[in-house]
Structures are given as structure tokens and as C-alpha cells.
């Protein structure tokens, strides 16, 4: 059974769209218990980090996470929710994330060229780095769909894709039984249900 984690920053609705459109049966709750058992973790997220990270934190998700990724249950952490499988986030501050991947998120504005929008909204293309089971199905210069104005970096080794926008950015991440798409694969058509099939036969 793939568990969303529903905390209230999410969009859930898309993703159980995505997952009925595959025929994989899921479970929406925020219920600690239910978590642990589950067979696979979706986190997803969207909005403010300091406010997603104080929602986890106060709910206790936080550790009960900590504790699913360390028994080896596959983990995937979607836009905001993969920012925040990161050490910390200087998005308005600095705001501790889970710990779960080593590196940190910043502002895109800090890379990118100053005559491109922020945030990124679109389609773009996926420069796959290294082999990973959620691409199986997959292949370089995919597009997926963006919407984000920060981004996961200082996290080289956990990198397993990226895309152009003016500059390199980090577009998916794997450390362990732990996933990320800074993407939306909810909302990239054939090519995001192929990640989001791929990852529910990790």
C-alpha cells in the first residue's frame, strides 16, 4: 500500500489522480501508526518550508519518518517535501528539514540568470546523471513539470538529475531507500505516472 502523508501542505488529489490512473491503491492519512506500516511513503508539499517543517515537527511525522527511513521503507519526497529531506532550507531564514539527505536548499535567484523568472513554472527537461529504479522507465531529456523558486544543493553525491534554467539546477535526488523530484510528477503527464510507477516497484 503506498501511504501520502496529508499534513496539510499537499496536493493531494492530483497525486491520488495519478496513482488511480496506474491502478495502485493509496492510503491518504497522517495517522503515525499507519505510516510505520506503510510499504511505501509519499511526502509531498507545496507553500513554505518553515511552515511544512513546523507542521511535521508538531504532528511528530518528523521522527516517525526518520524512523521509516531507517528501516528501509522507500521514501519519496515531492517538490517542497523533497526540500524537505534536506539537513536545512534558507528559504526567509533558516529552518531545520529532516536530516535524511545531506545538503541544504537556497534560492534560485542566488544561480540563475536575473532576466528569468522566479519561480520556475513549466516544462523542462530531465539531465539524468545517474542510474536510479524510479527511471527505469524513463530517459534523459524527459520533460517534467517545474514550479519552484528554490532549490537542493551542496548535495553532489545524492544527485541523480537535473535541469536547465539558466543554470544547473538539482532536479531529483536519491540517498538509500530515500527519493526526490523537486518536480511535479503528479502533473507531468506520461513521463511523471512512469516515475510514480517505477517507484511503487522499488
Avoid at 50 to 65: C, P, R, Y
Wanted: charged content about 20%.
Amino acid at each position: 500500500m503506498v501511504t501520502i502523508i496529508d499534513y496539510g501542505v499537499g496536493n493531494l488529489f492530483s497525486l491520488k489522480s495519478s496513482f488511480a490512473a496506474l491502478g495502485v491503491d493509496v492510503q491518504v492519512t497522517s495517522e503515525n501508526s499507519a505510516i510505520l506500516n506503510a510499504s511505501k511513503i509519499i511526502l509531498p508539499g507545496v507553500g513554505a518550508f518553515e511552515d511544512a517543517s513546523k507542521k511535521l515537527h508538531d504532528s511528530g511525522l518528523d521522527e516517525v519518518l526518520k524512523t521509516c527511513a531507517k528501516k528501509g521503507t522507500p521514501i519519496m519526497g515531492i517538490c517542497l517535501g523533497m526540500q524537505m529531506l534536506f539537513d536545512k532550507s534558507y528559504e526567509n531564514g533558516c529552518f531545520e528539514g529532516l536530516g535524511l539527505i545531506k545538503g541544504e536548499v537556497r534560492a534560485i535567484s542566488e544561480v540563475i540568470p536575473k532576466d528569468l523568472k522566479i519561480p520556475q513554472i513549466g516544462w523542462n527537461a530531465l539531465d539524468i546523471k545517474k542510474e536510479s529504479p524510479i527511471f527505469k522507465y524513463i530517459k534523459d531529456g524527459d520533460y517534467v513539470y517545474f514550479v519552484h523558486s528554490y532549490y537542493a544543493t551542496n548535495c553532489d553525491e545524492s544527485v541523480i538529475a537535473t535541469t536547465s534554467y539558466g543554470a544547473p539546477l538539482t532536479a531529483a535526488v536519491q540517498y538509500k531507500n530515500v527519493y526526490g523530484c523537486q518536480f511535479h510528477p503528479e502533473k507531468s503527464g506520461d513521463v511523471g505516472l512512469k516515475i510514480l510507477k517505477a517507484f511503487v516497484e522499488v
